[in-house]
């Protein structure tokens, strides 16, 4: 029996030797790992590394993208807003301006009544009337609104609406003659172009 064990030791000890580097046993039945393959192993590791850390650049990346997006996203937003909002101000009286007109438009008419001397009574609605549209035209032009009431000026359709043509040797071609209503303006942005009479050289006139 004890022959039998001594037989199994010697050959467990000549299956196993030391190894060169390490003097650690390496068992000849199992793999022997050796420098190349250590080599290869660190090199599939450091492919993986450099594979692993662009794939975090590239996440990086793309939350900076979404960063940046989201920023000029909320930064437009806010833009938006605040534009709205002064747009909101400045026209908010629009409709209310351009209903007051045809009441400027009437106190204008009345102005030009020819009224007696003598009547005072009428006399002095006149001047209440004048009063009135004075403080209205201050008040609208307040709140940004321009009177279009030029003569002598080029024509314009952005702001002018011809009513008429007249020949005319003494006023240059396509000029305003004569304003027979009065536009208005509202912080850049036409509420009512102007009805006027517009000039035209008397040879072109046929033309």
């Given at each position: 029996m004890k022959n039998t064990e001594l037989d199994e030791n010697d050959n467990n000890i000549k299956n196993t030797e030391l190894d060169e580097n390490d003097n650690l046993p390496i068992d000849r039945h199992k793999k022997k790992y050796t420098?190349?393959?250590?080599?290869?192993?660190n090199d599939i590791l450091k492919i993986k590394i450099f594979e692993l850390q662009n794939k975090i650049k590239k996440i990086k990346q793309k939350i900076w993208d979404?960063?940046?997006r989201s920023q000029s996203?909320?930064?437009?937003?806010?833009?938006?807003?605040?534009?709205?909002i002064e747009n909101a101000y400045k026209f908010s009286l629009e409709k209310f301006i351009y209903e007051l007109l045809p009441v400027i438009d009437n106190l204008e008419r009345s102005l030009e009544l020819k009224i007696q001397k003598e009547d005072s009574f009428k006399i002095s609605i006149i001047e209440g009337i004048k009063l009135?549209?004075?403080?209205?035209?201050?008040l609208i032009k307040k709140f940004g609104v321009t009177i279009i009431n030029e003569i002598n000026v080029p024509f314009d359709p952005s702001k002018h609406q011809a009513m008429s043509i007249i020949?005319?040797?003494?006023?240059?071609?396509?000029?305003?003659i004569e304003v027979l209503q009065k536009g208005y303006i509202l912080n850049g942005r036409l509420l009512?172009?102007?009805?006027?009479?517009v000039s035209k050289i008397k040879e072109n006139l046929n033309n």
């Open positions: 420098i190349e393959y250590f080599k290869e192993k979404v960063k940046l996203e909320i930064e437009n937003i806010k833009r938006r807003s605040s534009l709205d009135t549209l004075q403080l209205l035209k201050m020949k005319s040797d003494k006023i240059k071609e396509n000029y305003i009512r172009p102007a009805m006027v009479i």
